[in-house]
């Protein structure tokens, strides 16, 4: 089983601000299945990121990301009052896994 | 549009077992595999497991192996992930998923809260 890491725990920042989001894997990700999800209290998570670096349907440009093999990151460019919310990274090569996840608060 | 109707919230004993559905719509439903997770109140997602609406075939994560339970009913365009032997630390929303990492779109269901408690 591959095991994700997310770092950091919690990120505090303010609007407008650029966010880096890690996640290191255990293993390498075969073909980088590699994908972010943001979820909002109360709300199902929503995908962001598929295949490492391909953004999902209808997610804004300011949502990037990149990496391979065991290093991965996702950027926001600009941080909007929306974006405030905990991310997580998946890995889907067979069995799947989620990463502990990153809050990204308002500082 | 494609919809993911799950099962209302359940109250559960230790020991007990739970099933939950997952009904979709707005698509073949064979079209599709389906994807459970789970997250247990303030607590990160946990992946439990995955099931071909198309020939049934599962995977499931190592840690719930004997316990948890993935099935599909065709004819009722309807997932089911049932649960067994439930403990306390089972307490979570639990949420069906048509997750594709290859296309890039999810679709998920509103999650079913089981709460596990004597």
């Known amino acids: 089983e591959i095991v994700l890491t997310q770092s950091p725990g919690t990120l505090s920042l303010s609007p407008g601000e650029r966010a880096t989001l890690s996640c290191r894997a255990s293993?390498?990700?075969?073909?980088?299945?590699l994908a972010w999800y943001q979820q909002k209290p109360g709300q199902a998570p929503r995908l962001l990121i598929y295949g490492a670096s391909s953004r999902a349907t209808g997610i804004p440009d300011r949502f990037s990301g990149s990496g391979s093999g065991t290093d991965f990151t996702l950027t926001i460019s600009r941080l909007e009052p929306e974006d405030f919310a905990v991310y997580y990274c998946?890995?889907?090569?067979?069995?799947?896994?989620f990463g502990p996840g990153t809050k990204v608060e308002i500082k | 549009q494609v919809q993911l109707v799950q099962s209302g919230a359940e109250v559960k004993k230790p020991g007990a077992s739970v099933k939950v559905s997952c009904k979709g719509s707005?698509?073949?439903?064979?079209?599709?595999?389906i994807d459970w997770v789970r997250q247990a109140p303030g607590q990160g997602l946990e992946w439990m497991g995955w099931?071909?609406?198309?020939?049934?075939?599962?995977k499931y994560a190592q840690k719930l192996l004997g316990r948890v339970t993935l099935t599909t009913d065709t004819s009722a365009s309807t997932a089911y992930m049932e649960l067994r032997s439930l403990r306390s630390d089972d307490t979570a929303v639990y949420y069906c998923?048509?997750?594709?990492?290859?296309?890039?779109?999810?679709?998920w269901g509103q999650g079913t809260l089981v709460t596990v408690s004597s």
């Open positions: 998923a048509i997750i594709d990492g290859v296309v890039g779109f999810d679709y």
């Open positions: 293993q390498s990700v075969w073909n980088n299945y």
């Open positions: 707005g698509y073949s439903f064979t079209k599709y595999g």
């Open positions: 099931i071909s609406a198309d020939n049934g075939n599962t």
């Open positions: 998946q890995q889907y090569d067979g069995l799947s896994t």
